[in-house]
């Protein structure tokens, strides 16, 4: 029951989560204002903003002006639903839950915005180092575990100082914005495993931004030229890294 009602609650910020990614590169409110089409600008009402109800229901286009929605909206819903759902699978009833699915809603945010805008706003990357170490200081005091805010700051050193010494050796191969969140990545990931989990998120970082970065180009028109966000695949690794970073871990150590 935990996991379910935690998919619905993931159904619903998945919803929001599009409104903040079309919203905060614009510099918008993402707590005022309706929902508008972007292409006639009429208001979405409540039974048209359904989380991927509505999208089914009208046929992925707009009511009024009939333009075709992205399917990436009901995707970035569904993908929240299965984040969220995930917490809750992996943490149980604990605050543990609440802060991880609210990092994760947080990476599915940046990794749209990086997606369409190539950048990882400071006024989303910033708040979130700030609420992650708070969210996860609460977390391992009331665990009675305060030992796993040491591996939080043995993580944060080992993600985000090696993406700081690359960015500063090779500044166009990296992103300021990716060194960034590289710290807020750390801090999570050492929280669960210390510098052992966060190198597991490093390397499926980079492993998935080879081969999936590597594909991309290959059906490019643009080829070598093609520009590549980094961010999701940051994201992308580090989540994959919660859920079985453990596992690949143990497996590594029995091959010794």
């Known amino acids: 029951m935990l996991v379910a009602a935690a998919a619905i609650v993931g159904l619903i910020f998945g919803s929001f989560a599009t409104v903040a990614a079309h919203r905060i590169p614009k510099r918008e409110s993402i707590v005022t204002g309706r929902s508008r089409c972007p292409a006639c600008g009429s208001t979405i009402t409540a039974l048209e903003n359904i989380p991927v109800v509505s999208y089914i229901v009208q046929g992925g286009r707009c009511r009024n002006c009939r333009t075709r929605i992205s399917v990436r909206y009901p995707l970035q819903e569904v993908a929240a639903a299965l984040l969220f759902a995930g917490a809750a699978a992996k943490f149980g009833l604990s605050i543990e ?27 989303v990357v910033y708040p979130a180092f700030v ?10 005091l009331v665990e009675g575990e305060p030992e796993r805010l040491t591996g939080a700051l043995w993580g944060m050193a080992t993600f985000g100082g090696f993406f700081f010494i690359v960015g500063f050796l090779f500044p166009a191969g990296m992103g300021g914005g990716d060194v960034k969140l590289a710290f807020v990545l750390g801090t999570f990931l050492g929280y669960l495993g210390g510098a052992g989990l966060t190198a597991v998120g490093m390397f499926l970082s980079f492993f998935f931004g080879s081969v999936i970065g590597f594909a991309v180009i290959l059906v490019s028109a643009e080829g070598r030229k093609t520009k590549i966000p980094f961010g999701p695949f940051l ?13 690949l871990i143990d497996a590594y150590l029995s091959t010794l």
């Open 235 to 247: 994201a992308l690794g580090t989540v994959a890294a919660i859920f079985v970073g453990r596992p």
């Open 97 to 123: 839950t609440i802060v991880f699915a609210a990092f994760f809603w947080v990476l599915l945010v940046l990794s749209v915005i990086d997606l369409e805008h190539r950048l990882l706003p400071n006024r």
């Open 131 to 140: 609420a992650g170490w708070a969210g996860l200081s609460v977390a391992a």
